[in-house]
């Protein structure tokens, strides 16, 4: 760290002084704009000269000779606004809201006056459904609606929002599965918080969890992005967190769960169904007729080991009541889930007697959350926290000093052994890695405990109505700490016949220290004589990984007439990559080492010009990437010396820095006050993911079987948009727009093989994409009782490979043994459901003094996904690609709510139902789950009466009774189905 800080120090240092010099500001890409007209009433000629100013603030600004003014540089949030004339009546405009990158049009009439009329007039704003400035598919997520939703994380939210979905995800080379944001079937997005890229590079996935009590403010860009973002392909997740006040204000949500098992049908462990148990646990196993053992007849089973045992002497009854405790049930589903999320702001306690104290002020936000797993792994649950905080320092009327930090953690177990290593945070997650036998045995999975450590200094100055500086520093440390779980203890636990065991199979036992009773592995997985486990791959994870992530960023923005606001400014990143990952597997010698150590760094320059005229918006832009991986690439792919000791000898070059520049347009074009129609186009890049760039894995031995390739060029994606947006009446809106993206430069896996038969695997950019699709939103944003919105997604992806994946030195076999491939075009949809009934704070009669039929709020959400589309070719028939589909995947979720007062306090209880009809769908991850016998995978499919058949079969389905699902006794029924109904009961409080 130490060593760190010296060689980041003059970086840190060079960008502290341009930012003391300059006495900039930090609103890039997370502030809004109010323009407006004030006329007279009487005449309606303008104004000049008006006093406008955002009350309870020091920003403003005064009209033109045209009766026009702008305030740039505004935060997200609603306002109100002051209007002062002299010989006018003043005037008071609320509930003025400001979006991210929005411009807010505001108009108002000022009337003559008297001294006699002091009274200031107060006029609510009206907020348009339609933004005819944005050129791009965008929505603003409303924090309040965001309260009144079945919601238990951010991730949550953003699955509802249409185009965007958290999937699992297999990478090319069959090695990660991982759970990631998707929007428009495309990866590659882009997290900001408060104008600061958090997207880190050794973990997996995009990070999106938030703190919902510290938002102020959030939106999603699917659609044409400005030039100020890069690095990001698919879309961007814009969020702006709270500041503190001149007021105290707190906010507390906490939310529990009772306690319940989260599968259909008995437990996991139930003696009649479990398969071990029906085999082995049962009286009928004990004595058998003819001496033989017979694995699928138990009746022969322990009579069979006493008579062969030449160790313990022990009696059929004694070897099974060994069994019996070892396969003894584990607790689970026995605790309660339960969220906490709280906001606390406010001027800084102590420093009143300061003559800057009212300068001052703080907020901070705490998320905890616990959560059960289905069944028991290495940890029975899992823990997240999210601690926030922010001081904001305001020295002056143009300016803002913010510090803020964040420390997160999560502690899981993990689900598969990959190099990013991928944590358990979902059911389907858990469901997707059981096997019947490791329900019994804690070791089976890692320990995973993450860490991940920010902090900020964000700087504000407006040195004029027109212009703002912005300038931003972070300091990003992310840690994981991957191990086995707790080592068993030797004490003695259980004695039978004068012999002791102890709690196997709890805590992990190395490979080489499980004792030896004879015998060979069972069709179980375990030792025929039913003493011990065999723990080969169990636990084998281990990961301490580093990651650090400097950024530094400036903007300027200026407004340099009434129609240009000029955007211009520079990004750099300095990133300390440090993976050290392995897969130890003593029982088998088998070892994987992923460890590598680069610190690359970025620059980017962009310059872009939002043009506003009353017939239209336009925004251009163009940004250039500069990216030095400071390293070499292997030239000679079918060298023998890719081994450990003698690596150094295989031919390499030095990687050039790479540099592309990405023009970006977007163009609104309103029809008329209530519609309009937008475009945007433009070029995306981002890096290659840092396995691909740095990784080599050893294998045991010493010999490499994978590595690197620093030279990738970056990902591109050339992207279309064209949409139209109508709004009918004051409250409803309906949007429509089609999408084309054309993808290139992915990666693919390739194979080279040297003449003598050495095989090495790397990388090339040889993998290409493309998406097109509609989507249409119809909502009503305003209303007394109701509100909601309808949405429909239709989307239709293609793949493939050009050239070869397997090379050969022997240029003869290369054209034969090798050949490109293309999938089939598949089409996904999703109709998406959000609606809310609510009561006014005052409806209705009271009784005893309550309002008891007022502030009701009822919201139901509903999601109808079709399927994957995956092969099933039993035949092996030519060209047989994608051609069957899951069945759709439905839920409904509900949230009820009743708010009130007590002693200045404004609460509300809450009920949450996920799952709302406890709906059974058959897990998607079904062949994995049955992995070790894909027998009964193949014999369900095989049962389906599919389309193609003549019948109406679904993969998926499962309730006619001509279908065969697995047998209990084959496997775990449990496991089969995913969540079922979950119900949480809550209360909020605010001040």
Not at 238 to 262: E, L, Q, R, W
Request: glycine letters at 8%; charged letters at 20%.
């Amino acid at each position: 760290m130490i060593s760190l800080l010296k060689k980041s120090f003059p970086v840190i240092l060079y960008s502290i002084l341009i930012c003391s010099v300059l006495s900039i500001v930090i609103l890039a890409g997370d502030v809004g704009k109010i323009k407006g007209k004030v006329t007279e009433l009487e005449t309606g000629e303008p104004l000049i000269g008006v006093n406008v100013v955002i009350k309870g603030t020091t920003s403003g600004a005064t009209t033109d000779i045209e009766g026009k003014f702008t305030i740039i540089g505004v935060s997200p949030g609603t306002y109100s606004l002051g209007f002062s004339y002299l010989g006018y009546q003043s005037a008071t405009l609320t509930n003025v809201e400001v979006d991210i990158d929005r411009t807010t049009n505001v108009e108002i009439q000022l009337s003559k006056t008297s001294i006699e009329i002091e009274k200031e007039v107060i006029i609510v704003a009206k907020r348009p459904p339609i933004a005819l400035d944005v050129s791009s598919s965008k929505r603003d997520i409303e924090i309040a609606e965001v309260e009144e939703m079945p919601l238990l994380n951010f991730n949550s939210l953003l699955n509802l929002q249409p185009g965007t979905i958290f999937q699992t995800r297999t990478n090319d080379v069959q090695e990660q599965i991982t759970t990631e944001l998707s929007i428009r079937g495309g990866t590659g997005i882009g997290v900001f918080v408060d104008g600061l890229n958090i997207t880190e590079a050794l973990s997996s996935g995009s990070l999106t969890n938030f703190n919902i009590s510290s938002l102020e403010a959030a939106e999603i860009l699917s659609g044409g992005f400005n030039a100020e973002y890069g690095n990001i392909r698919s879309g961007i997740i814009n969020v702006v967190t709270k500041d503190g006040t001149s007021n105290y204000h707190m906010s507390a949500d906490f939310k529990i769960s009772p306690a319940a098992k989260k599968h259909f049908g008995e437990s996991i462990y139930d003696q009649n169904t479990a398969p071990e148990w029906v085999l082995y646990g049962h009286d009928d196993a004990l004595y058998g007729a003819d001496g033989v053992h017979d694995p699928s007849n138990p009746d022969s089973y322990w009579e069979l080991w006493s008579a062969n045992d030449t160790v313990y002497g022990f009696t059929p009854e004694q070897a099974q009541q060994v069994w019996k405790y070892q396969h003894r049930e584990r607790q689970y589903g026995h605790k309660p889930d339960y969220i906490i999320d709280a906001s606390f702001g406010g001027p800084i306690p102590l420093l009143d007697n300061f003559s800057f104290g009212n300068l001052v002020s703080f907020f901070t936000s705490l998320r905890y959350e616990y959560n059960m797993f289905a069944v028991p792994l290495s940890r029975d649950h899992y823990e997240d926290m999210n601690w926030f905080w922010k001081i904001t320092l305001r020295p002056g009327a143009a300016m803002k000093i913010n510090l803020q930090g964040n420390y997160q953690q999560n502690l899981s177990t993990t689900t598969y052994n990959t190099p990013q290593v991928s944590v358990a945070t979902t059911q389907q997650s858990i469901f997707s890695m059981q096997y019947p036998l490791t329900k019994y045995y804690q070791g089976m999975r890692s320990i995973a405990d993450r860490y991940r450590n920010q902090i900020a200094l964000n700087l504000t100055h407006a040195p004029s109505e027109k212009t703002y500086y912005d300038f931003k520093i972070s300091y990003l440390l992310r840690r994981s700490f991957v191990n086995h779980a707790d080592y068993r203890s030797t004490a003695s636990a259980f004695t039978v016949g004068g012999y002791s065991f102890d709690c196997s199979p709890e805590g992990y036992v190395d490979a080489e220290t499980v004792p030896d009773f004879g015998g060979k592995e069972g069709e179980l997985g375990m030792s025929t004589r039913g003493f011990a486990f065999i723990l080969g791959g169990h636990g084998k994870e281990r990961d301490y990984s580093r990651e650090i992530l400097i950024n530094t960023r400036f903007d300027i923005v200026s407004q340099i007439d009434k129609y240009n606001q000029i955007k211009t400014g520079f990004e750099y990143n300095y990133n300390d990559l440090n993976m050290n990952h392995g897969l130890i597997d003593l029982s088998d010698a088998l070892v994987k080492m992923d460890k590598f150590r680069r610190i690359p760094i970025k620059l980017a320059f962009y310059a872009q010009d939002k043009i506003e005229f009353s017939g239209m918006t336009a925004n251009l832009g163009v940004r250039l990437d500069y990216t030095n991986r400071k390293g070499t690439y292997f030239t000679d792919m079918y060298s023998n010396y890719f081994e450990v000791d003698s690596i150094g000898y295989v031919s390499s070059a030095d990687v050039k820095p790479f540099v592309y520049i990405s023009p970006r347009v977007g163009i609104s074009h309103p029809i008329s006050e209530k519609s309009k129609l937008f475009f945007n186009y433009g070029h995306f890049y981002d890096e290659p993911g840092v396995l691909y760039l740095y990784n080599k894995r050893e294998r045991y031995g010493g010999y490499y079987d994978r590595i690197e390739n620093t030279n990738l060029k970056p990902q591109r994606t050339i992207a279309y948009e064209l949409g139209f947006e109508q709004q009918f009446g004051d409250e409803y809106l309906f949007h429509i727009s089609g999408y084309y993206r054309n993808i290139t430069n992915q990666i693919m896996w390739v194979s080279y093989y040297s003449e003598i038969g050495n095989l090495i695997s790397s990388y090339t950019n040889g993998n290409y994409a493309d998406s097109r699709g509609l989507e249409a939103i119809f909502e009503k944003k305003i209303g007394r009782f109701f509100i909601g919105s309808l949405s429909l997604d239709y989307l239709i992806t293609s793949s493939g490979n050009f050239g070869n994946s397997t090379f050969y030195e022997d240029v003869l076999k290369t054209p034969v043994m090798s050949s490109s491939t293309q999938s089939t075009p598949g089409a996904a949809y999703t109709f998406l459901l959000n609606f809310t009934f609510k009561t006014p704070p005052e409806w209705g009669i009271e009784i005893l003094n309550a309002d008891v039929f007022g502030d009701w709020i009822l919201n139901i959400t509903h999601e109808y996904r079709s399927g994957n589309t995956f092969t099933y070719n039993p035949n092996s028939l030519p060209g047989v690609n994608n051609n069957v589909r899951w069945r759709p995947h439905q839920n409904t979720n509900l949230r009820i709510s009743k708010g009130f007062s007590i002693q200045g306090l404004n609460m509300q209880a809450y009920m949450e139902v996920y799952n709302l009809f406890n709906r059974k769908e058959l897990n998607p991850a079904l062949r994995s789950l049955l992995l070790p016998n894909l027998k009964l995978y193949n014999e369900y499919l095989a049962s389906l009466n599919l389309p193609e058949e003549g019948g109406t079969d679904q993969p998926g389905d499962y309730e006619a009774d001509y279908i065969k699902l697995p047998d209990p006794g084959d496997f775990p029924t449990q496991l089969l189905f995913l969540e079922p109904r979950d119900i949480y009961f809550g209360i909020r409080v605010n001040f």
